[in-house]
């Protein structure tokens, strides 16, 4: 009883100041009314949320946890890229919203994410954790040591795709509103053309083609 009540109290926390942040904005909210708000001290709040910042990316541990028993748990003889590319492309949050509600409010922590740097900074620190976690588990699996760098080179390119589909999202949202079901399927779409990039190597990829490729450069304006 004693740990269903911290969760949910970290529960009552976290959706409190989520709320608070999509309607105000992350900086415009003080810690010490998210504990008025969730009827707690202050002190509580950090003694489940070390930083503001994690009070946003709650539950991203849960989602580490996921990626690595995903990995960990594929069938005999199937390569780590299926496996990760299969659960990197589950539709979640926004993604998977059912209603219009739920929608809104996932972009709006999406949006919040996107512009503003100490979020992007905090959630930077997670994808850095994820891959270490998954070199881990990579260099593990493979017999290898844990310094060998190829583990290392696997869970950046895998992270690095999920890194780079959430700032595909982050951008579409912050360029206005968007149909979040036709959003799902471009991030499949772009997802797919991802992991055929990796399954095929980096062998094939941007080939010199001797072309002349013109790129417009923006101008300063008049001081």
């Known amino acids: 009883m004693r740990e269903l009540k911290k969760h ?35 002190a509580t709040v950090f003694n489940y949320f070390p930083t503001k910042e994690d009070l946003v990316f709650q539950g991203m541990e849960a989602f580490e946890a996921e990626m690595l028993q995903a990995v960990r748990d594929r069938p005999v003889g199937e390569p780590v890229l299926a496996a990760f590319g299969r659960f990197a492309l589950q539709p979640r949050g926004l993604l998977a919203a059912q209603d219009q509600d739920s929608a809104n409010y996932h972009a709006g922590i999406a949006r919040m994410i996107a512009t503003s740097p100490d979020l992007q900074a905090r959630q930077r620190e997670i994808f850095a954790r994820y891959t270490a976690s998954l070199a881990a588990l990579l260099a593990e699996d493979t017999g290898t040591a844990p310094d060998d760098v190829r583990a290392w080179v696997v869970a950046h390119a895998l992270i690095g795709m ?21 959003l799902a399927r471009e991030v499949r779409s772009q997802g797919q053309r991802a992991l055929k990039v990796l399954g095929e190597g980096l062998t094939g990829y941007g080939i010199k083609t001797g072309k002349v490729v013109t790129r417009r450069v923006s101008r300063p304006g008049p001081a």
């Open 8 to 42: 949910r109290t970290r529960q009552l926390i976290a959706d409190t100041a989520r709320a608070m942040f999509v309607e105000r904005g992350f900086a415009a909210v003080p810690v010490s009314e998210i504990a008025r708000a969730s009827e707690v001290a202050e």
């Open 162 to 182: 999920h890194q780079a589909l959430i700032g595909f999202v982050h951008r579409r949202l912050v360029e206005g509103p968007t149909d979040h079901s036709l």
